[in-house]
């Protein structure tokens, strides 16, 4: 592939700044890559993108303030309809259309404001993410921000913007502000700085695709060139198929290690000097598993091991939990117990608390069940996998404090009576895997789902069927799903009872 410079038809846009933010790759292959190597679009992604624009005419609808509505113009229309309704200063336009040099935006609505013009986007999911760790309504989240950005830098560009911020309207129809200069962290860059920074490594990208290089990444299994990618990466053994050795670490180290048996074949004790080593952003703690990793995929009999010996919690019962939650209704709709009594599996059963209906009653209902089955079995060791249920406990008490205090909540998810075991899998154990997902852990020990494609992202779409539908079947066909995820997680932590500690293999 020749090297390509940027064109007007390879604008930055709100689309590509977003896709860049996930895996700058996407954008080089959405350019250059060859159509038939993608994969077909899934019924999740089909389902997240009639939800927004359906989700876009609702708020739409019920602003009930007069606006100049410019969605049923053309492309080329629309720009010179947008200009037209700035010059006469209407006070409220819809789906607008604006370039200038380099970049080319579509806000959602333009408001004036101040004297000038702001960009309000309108967003099917939570305006804000994190908020779990004191954090009431957590930070702005950096995919929705750059795009504000990429607008008010066009309005900036155009002498018509009322300040250096923009909104989003989301899930709730809530209006949120994002001021772009204000830092996410005491840390972290500000928005704008962000969206500097986005925008320049997304022009090199533009300006040059065939250079840019496939990392693998949690975002690649809605992307439609996750399969080209990953063939790409297998023959080239990239260092990214490493668990948690990502594009950032890759492209340090991929000077000295360009691929996995570079790694695997290394002394890396000269790439040390105390906690530090020449690689940018790699400790030595990190370097020294990545190290073991890229061993552990090119050894001839791969299995895993113990990095070191483990002190598992011992209970009576066991209660192996795991939710099911819809972002786009920012519900928590089901509750999965497979409750074990003295390891024995024979003794398994499982307990689905499912919602009624859609409405913020049903929710509370399932949370207040779940919570007093967890109350059945005051002794139990609670089994999870990562903190996701722990946050949205949090944020279910918050919303329906009746139900559980939050001394309560916080005990259920602390030790000695929980166990996260996706914490004891990434830090004490080393599997052959490129992963450490459940579902591909336990895939690994011979488990199998059910059902023939097993995901949190279709079971979102199957619970939108039913919540329009109100099937049975499809009811059942999350439980059965939720369940098997249940028992995935005995799976593994059966399996790593049972493993040696060891140092780790040599390779061939």
């Known amino acids: 592939m020749a090297a390509q410079r940027a064109t007007v038809t390879q604008r930055i846009t709100a689309s590509r700044l977003y896709s860049h933010l996930a895996c700058s790759h996407r954008v080089a292959m959405d350019v250059v890559g060859d159509p038939a190597q993608r994969d077909p679009v899934g019924p999740f992604l089909q389902l997240l993108w009639e939800r927004g624009i359906a989700h876009e005419r609702d708020v739409v609808s019920a602003l009930g303030l007069p606006l100049t509505d410019l969605s049923m113009l053309s492309a080329d229309e629309k720009e010179a309809a947008t200009r037209a309704a700035i010059g006469r200063r209407e006070p409220l336009i819809y789906s607008g259309r604006l370039s200038i040099d380099e970049l080319l935006g579509e806000p959602d609505l ?56 923009g909104y989003i309207r989301d899930v709730h129809n809530r209006e949120l502000r994002y001021d772009l200069d204000r830092k996410l962290g005491p840390k972290s860059d500000s928005l704008w700085e962000i969206y500097l920074n986005a925008r320049a490594e997304l022009i090199a990208t533009l300006e040059a695709p065939n250079l840019s290089l496939p990392a693998l990444s949690s975002c690649c299994k809605q992307c439609v060139w996750s399969s080209a990618c990953f063939a790409t990466l297998k023959q080239s053994q990239d260092l990214t198929l490493i668990p948690e050795l990502g594009r950032t670490a890759r492209d340090a180290m991929r000077d000295e290690f360009p691929a996995l048996k570079d790694l695997a074949s290394a002394n890396v004790e000269r790439f040390i000097k105390g906690g530090q080593t020449r690689f940018r952003g790699v400790g030595a703690r990190r370097l020294r598993r990545f190290h073991q990793r890229a061993a552990l995929q090119l050894s001839r009999e791969p299995a895993p091991y113990l990095t070191r010996a483990i002190e598992w919690p011992v209970a009576g019962t066991q209660l192996f939990l795991d939710i099911e939650t819809d972002p786009m209704r920012d519900l928590c709709y089901l509750h999965g117990f497979v409750v074990r009594d003295g390891g024995d599996n024979s003794s398994e059963r499982f307990h689905g608390v499912f919602m009624e209906d859609l409405s913020h009653g049903a929710e509370r209902d399932a949370f207040a069940d779940a919570m007093a089955l967890v109350r059945q079995h005051p002794d139990a060791i609670l089994v999870h996998y990562s903190k996701y249920e722990r946050t949205h406990y949090r944020k279910l008490r918050e919303k329906y404090p009746e139900v ?19 914490e004891k899998v990434r830090t004490d154990s080393e599997w052959p895997t490129h992963d450490f997902s459940v579902k591909t852990l336990a895939k690994f020990c011979g488990f199998a789902w059910r059902d023939a494609d097993p995901s949190g992202a279709s079971s979102i779409e199957w619970f939108d069927q039913w919540a329009r539908s109100g099937d049975p079947a499809l009811r059942q066909r999350l439980l059965e799903y939720n369940e098997d995820d249940c028992r995935a997680m005995r799976v593994v932590l059966d399996a790593m009872r049972e493993f040696a500690v060891s140092g780790g293999p040599g390779i061939d």
Request: glycine share 16%; charged share 30%.
């Open 404 to 422: 559980a205090t939050e001394i309560e909540i916080e005990q259920l998810f602390a030790g000695p009576r929980a166990l996260d075991l996706y």
């Open 110 to 165: 333009l408001r004036l404001e101040n004297g000038g013009y702001v960009a309000i986007d309108i967003k099917s999911g939570a305006g804000r993410e994190g908020g779990d760790e004191g954090e009431e309504e957590g930070r702005p989240k950096k995919s929705y921000g750059v795009q504000i950005a990429l607008y008010t830098d066009i309005l900036g560009r155009m002498n018509i913007s009322a300040g250096r911020y």
